[in-house]
């Protein structure tokens, strides 16, 4: 089992690779994780530049998302939503739609920041972005408050519970991998996630 980490900081000693380093040490043996650092070359989307093949870095990071089995998303907040660079990412990953490489794969997003919420808003905002895109979010939240004094020397989150919620969030998201089909596809999104998916379609030349 492969899953992907994915941090909306651009920052190299951002609190949010931490914070998946930290998710890393709580995967169950058989689990495989592996973060993709090529956020910071992802050009803005442009329709008229999603043909194939698409940029580079857009497909690296398509192709990363296809072979993964699950997804954990980890984000600051800036200006009380998501990071620009991070949804501009997602809306690439969202691409060709329906059949992207994100539909039905289970998703989970936690975040840390340096203020007192740790995220919570840019978490939402993320995962409402990841259930539009057609994945398998998983519905809890994970915020990372003072996140400049949240770790310990060792990589793992100084707060026993913070750290016992983190593996939780973590065996929730590895818990949805078996649901894959048998020839490698992953199931139809439930009832009301079609239904938003139909509301989606409806969209003008410009909406992604």
Same mark, same amino acid.
């Given at each position: ?94 691409? *060709?739609? /329906?059949? #992207?490489?994100? &539909?039905?794969?289970? =998703?989970?997003?936690?975040?840390? @920041? ?72 992953? *199931?139809? /999104?439930? #009832?009301?996630? &079609?239904?938003?998916? =139909?509301?989606?379609?409806?969209? @003008?030349?410009?909406?992604?």
């Amino acid at each position: 089992m492969l899953v992907l980490g994915l941090s909306g900081s651009l920052r190299r000693d951002s609190h949010n690779r931490r914070l998946l380093a930290a998710a890393a040490r709580s995967f169950p043996p058989g689990v495989r994780f592996e973060e993709w650092t090529g956020l910071e070359r992802v050009p803005p989307y442009n329709a008229d530049l999603d043909g194939v093949p698409a940029h580079r870095a857009v497909e690296e990071m398509r192709a990363a998302l296809a072979r993964a089995d699950a997804l954990l998303i980890a984000t600051p907040e800036y200006n009380h939503s998501a990071p620009g660079q991070l949804k501009n990412a997602l809306d690439w990953a969202s691409r *060709p739609f /329906p059949e #992207n490489a994100l &539909r039905g794969k289970p =998703a989970a997003v936690v975040g840390a @920041s340096t203020g007192l919420f740790g995220a919570v808003w840019a978490q939402a905002e993320v995962r409402k972005v990841l259930g539009a895109i057609g994945a398998r979010v998983i519905d809890e939240e994970l915020p990372i408050p003072t996140a400049h004094e949240a770790f310990d020397s060792d990589g793992s989150l100084r707060d026993p519970e913070l750290q016992s919620q983190l593996s939780e969030l973590v065996e929730l998201l590895t818990a949805e991998v078996p649901a894959r089909g048998r020839r490698g596809r992953w *199931p139809r /999104p439930r #009832n009301e996630d &079609r239904a938003l998916r =139909a509301t989606c379609t409806m969209r @003008s030349d410009d909406d992604i």
